[in-house]
Structure formats: C-alpha cells, structure tokens
C-alpha cells in the first residue's frame, strides 16, 4: 500500500504547479482522498478533499486557486495550483482514508504519502 506524491518544485509567485498523487497497493474509488501540506514549524493543514461520493472542499486560504481531480483510471490524485503565493511554500502530502465524508482533519486520514515540496519565492 503506497502513495506517492510528485510534481513539486520551484515556482515565482503567480505561478502554476500541478501535484500528482499515485496510488499503489490499494484503490483510490470509494475512498476520501485529500491533500494536506506543512510549512517549516507549522502543523499539518488540510488544502482540499474529495470525498467517496466525489464531492469537493478547499480551505478557504486556496479557495478559486486550486482544484483537485481524481483519475480512478489511472488510481492517481490531482492538485492544480494556479495564482501561487510564497505563503503557499510548504511540503504537500496526499491522504487517503476509508469513510465517506468530507473532512480536512488530518488525523482521520490512514494512508499517507512521503510528501513533495512546493516553494514559492521571487
């Protein structure tokens, strides 16, 4: 059971990145995926979720400017980011969890990626 996070880098602030999420070992169908990140001294934040039924929600600090997408055919996660802000630097981790709701509460979430990291900076 894996999940395994690629996409980040270096972006100049305004700019795009889009994070991939592939999931091995297990489906991604009928579970709540989401992506969370962490900035350096800082606890671990929800960003966006899909839930079982395909619903999303985004923090409202990313609300407009990110948009997750999940590919059942591929069993891989998507963040779009777009308009990037440096307070948007942080490492980013993709989770999975077996429940049907939406939630951003980190600690529901079982399955977890080792992380990619995103920095924003002129």
């Known amino acids: 059971v894996q999940l395994l996070e690629s996409g980040g880098g270096s972006v100049q602030p305004g700019g795009s990145l889009t994070l991939s999420c592939a999931a091995s070992g297990f489906t991604l169908a009928g579970l709540a995926v989401a992506w969370f990140r962490q900035a350096p001294g800082k606890g671990r934040l929800g960003v966006a979720t899909?839930?079982?039924?395909?619903?999303?929600s985004y923090a409202d600090s990313v609300k407009g400017r990110f948009t997750i997408s999940k590919d059942s055919g591929k069993n891989t996660l998507y963040l779009q980011m777009n308009s990037l802000e440096p307070e948007d630097t942080a490492m980013y981790y993709c989770?999975?969890?077996?429940?049907?709701?939406?939630?951003?509460?980190?600690?529901?979430?079982?399955?977890w990626g080792q992380g990619t990291q995103v920095t924003v900076s002129s």
């Open positions: 989770a999975a969890g077996r429940f049907s709701w939406a939630t951003l509460s980190p600690s529901l979430y079982k399955y």
């Open positions: 899909i839930n079982s039924e395909g619903s999303v």
